[in-house]
């Protein structure tokens, strides 16, 4: 079997996996696998990029997802007046003074003699300017944050088109990565894995705790869509008159009709990446980073920047995984930093990336589809075999209770065994590297 025949014989196995779930269960939950599948697809290429071209171990993805659910609120939610006029305006100001005091400390660094002179000239400004920029930022994140707790009680953002926080969700993205990568990328590749997972932990926990920015635990809920809603469509009177006359129920079509749009949107951004990513693959530059990844030392006696390279591709990749980020928060329709588990879905887009084919681009999107469909089917599958398998035994039976109950945990279980498998019988994954 040739290498494209069997690419196809894996793709359609994951078409007819989707189109027989719309059959046996509903079409909706099976377009909602799709545009899931789509955005893990994506996380799984940035992360393909990082581990597959250059041999990063990142396990920070979910901090950098959740910059691109922040910058959904940023650039589509219109800004709370009363929050900029209550202490808006001290807080950025704070945030201009911070910036500040590290830019001096860091210009005092460079301009005086190494030193006592320098470290005590360092402690003073770093000291001073952090009792300023508290002073001036508590003062105004209270008053910003008393201003209709119940339904606002943050700035808000700019008002501006949802699709435009996509590209914005990869720049905050790609700007944290550069910050980690200057400081972490020297590391060696367990320490690396442990510095971005602890950034991960604390981006999330900014969002989470400072309710000025993003509400908090409390979430920003209704953010723009860039597709009708459903609700406007079953108003239409041509649009109900095209489903009836299709013998389509209108409230299922438009719920239909509105997760296609989205299907169709993230495909269209998967497509681009995805050809971009492959000519970098294909370009000297990715020959390059492979030659980096198999042997660092060679690549450096050749001449090449090692360091250098490694941050561009972690900027990009993670830049990749802020896009995925922004949007799956805009599919959800709500930003939730409660749900950005690093432990959990950094070990599932890992999964997606082994299986499918470390360092194939191709793999990776594979792997995403496949384990996501995973991901969702196996926990009813799961129960659904387990009522079968206890169907003779008595109500209320200690064993009938016990296999029903751990149903639930199928879903983590099978992850498992799937990598297992993969790893035993194709430890390049299902479509491996050329």
């Given at each position: 079997?040739?290498?494209?025949?069997?690419?196809?014989?894996?793709?359609?196995?994951?078409?007819?996996?989707?189109?027989?779930?719309?059959?046996?269960?509903?079409?909706?939950?099976?377009?909602?696998?799709?545009?899931?599948?789509?955005?893990?697809?994506?996380?799984?290429?940035?992360?393909?990029?990082?581990?597959?071209?250059?041999?990063?171990?990142?396990?920070?993805?979910?901090?950098?997802?959740?910059?691109?659910?922040?910058?959904?609120?940023?650039?589509?939610?219109?800004?709370?007046?009363?929050?900029?006029?209550?202490?808006?305006?001290?807080?950025?100001?704070?945030?201009?003074?911070?910036?500040?005091?590290?830019?001096?400390?860091?210009?005092?660094?460079?301009?005086?003699?190494?030193?006592?002179?320098?470290?005590?000239?360092m402690i003073v400004i770093?000291?001073?300017?952090?009792?300023?920029?508290?002073?001036?930022?508590?003062?105004?994140?209270?008053?910003?944050?008393?201003?209709?707790?119940?339904?606002?009680?943050?700035?808000?953002?700019?008002?501006?088109?949802?699709?435009?926080?996509?590209?914005?969700?990869?720049?905050?993205?790609?700007?944290?990565?550069?910050?980690?990568?200057?400081?972490?990328?020297?590391?060696?590749?367990?320490?690396?894995?442990?510095?971005?997972?602890?950034?991960?932990?604390?981006?999330?926990?900014?969002?989470?705790?400072?309710?000025?920015?993003?509400?908090?635990?409390?979430?920003?809920?209704?953010?723009?869509?860039?597709?009708?809603?459903?609700?406007?469509?079953?108003?239409?009177?041509?649009?109900?008159?095209?489903?009836?006359?299709?013998?389509?129920?209108?409230?299922?079509?438009?719920?239909?009709?509105?997760?296609?749009?989205?299907?169709?949107?993230?495909?269209?951004?998967?497509?681009?990446?995805?050809?971009?990513?492959?000519?970098?693959?294909?370009?000297?530059?990715?020959?390059?980073?492979?030659?980096?990844?198999?042997?660092?030392?060679?690549?450096?006696?050749?001449?090449?920047?090692?360091?250098?390279?490694?941050?561009?591709?972690?900027?990009?990749?993670?830049?990749?995984?802020?896009?995925?980020?922004?949007?799956?928060?805009?599919?959800?329709?709500?930003?939730?930093?409660?749900?950005?588990?690093?432990?959990?879905?950094?070990?599932?887009?890992?999964v997606m990336v082994i299986?499918?084919?470390?360092?194939?681009?191709?793999?990776?999107?594979?792997?995403?589809?496949?384990?996501?469909?995973?991901?969702?089917?196996?926990?009813?599958?799961?129960?659904?075999?387990?009522?079968?398998?206890?169907?003779?035994?008595?109500?209320?039976?200690?064993?009938?209770?016990?296999?029903?109950?751990?149903?639930?945990?199928?879903?983590?279980?099978?992850?498992?065994?799937?990598?297992?498998?993969?790893?035993?019988?194709?430890?390049?994954?299902?479509?491996?590297?050329?």
């Amino acid at each position: 079997m040739t290498d494209t025949t069997r690419n196809f014989v894996y793709f359609g196995f994951i078409a007819a996996l989707i189109i027989g779930t719309g059959m046996m269960t509903s079409w909706n939950l099976a377009i909602t696998i799709v545009n899931f599948g789509l955005i893990s697809a994506i996380m799984a290429l940035g992360v393909n990029l990082q581990w597959g071209f250059a041999g990063l171990f990142n396990v920070g993805i979910m901090g950098f997802v959740a910059l691109g659910g922040l910058a959904t609120v940023l650039i589509s939610m219109p800004p709370v007046g009363e929050a900029w006029a209550a202490g808006g305006l001290r807080v950025i100001l704070a945030l201009i003074l911070g910036a500040a005091t590290i830019v001096g400390a860091i210009l005092a660094y460079n301009a005086l003699p190494k030193g006592y002179v320098r470290a005590l000239g360092m402690i003073v400004i770093l000291i001073a300017g952090f009792f300023i920029y508290r002073g001036v930022f508590d003062g105004g994140v209270q008053a910003v944050e008393a201003v209709n707790p119940a339904n606002a009680g943050y700035l808000g953002g700019l008002g501006l088109p949802v699709l435009m926080a996509w590209p914005v969700g990869g720049v905050l993205a790609a700007g944290a990565a550069w910050i980690i990568g200057k400081t972490a990328l020297g590391l060696r590749s367990d320490y690396l894995a442990i510095a971005t997972l602890g950034i991960a932990e604390i981006i999330i926990a900014v969002l989470k705790n400072e309710d000025w920015l993003a509400r908090g635990v409390k979430n920003v809920v209704g953010l723009p869509r860039p597709a009708p809603y459903e609700i406007n469509l079953q108003k239409s009177e041509t649009f109900v008159e095209r489903v009836i006359n299709l013998g389509l129920d209108p409230v299922t079509a438009s719920t239909l009709w509105v997760k296609t749009i989205y299907a169709g949107l993230f495909t269209a951004v998967l497509l681009i990446l995805f050809l971009l990513a492959q000519r970098a693959l294909h370009s000297p530059w990715g020959r390059m980073m492979r030659a980096i990844r198999d042997n660092e030392v060679a690549a450096e006696a050749m001449g090449k920047d090692v360091t250098a390279r490694h941050l561009q591709i972690f900027v990009l990749g993670s830049a990749i995984c802020g896009i995925a980020g922004a949007m799956m928060t805009t599919l959800d329709g709500q930003l939730t930093p409660g749900t950005y588990q690093p432990l959990r879905f950094t070990f599932l887009i890992w999964v997606m990336v082994i299986v499918g084919g470390s360092g194939n681009n191709l793999g990776a999107v594979l792997g995403g589809f496949l384990i996501w469909w995973l991901w969702v089917m196996v926990e009813p599958i799961g129960l659904w075999v387990m009522q079968i398998t206890t169907s003779g035994m008595a109500e209320g039976f200690w064993l009938r209770e016990h296999l029903l109950d751990s149903a639930a945990h199928m879903r983590l279980l099978t992850m498992g065994v799937v990598l297992l498998l993969v790893l035993r019988f194709s430890p390049r994954g299902l479509i491996p590297e050329r």
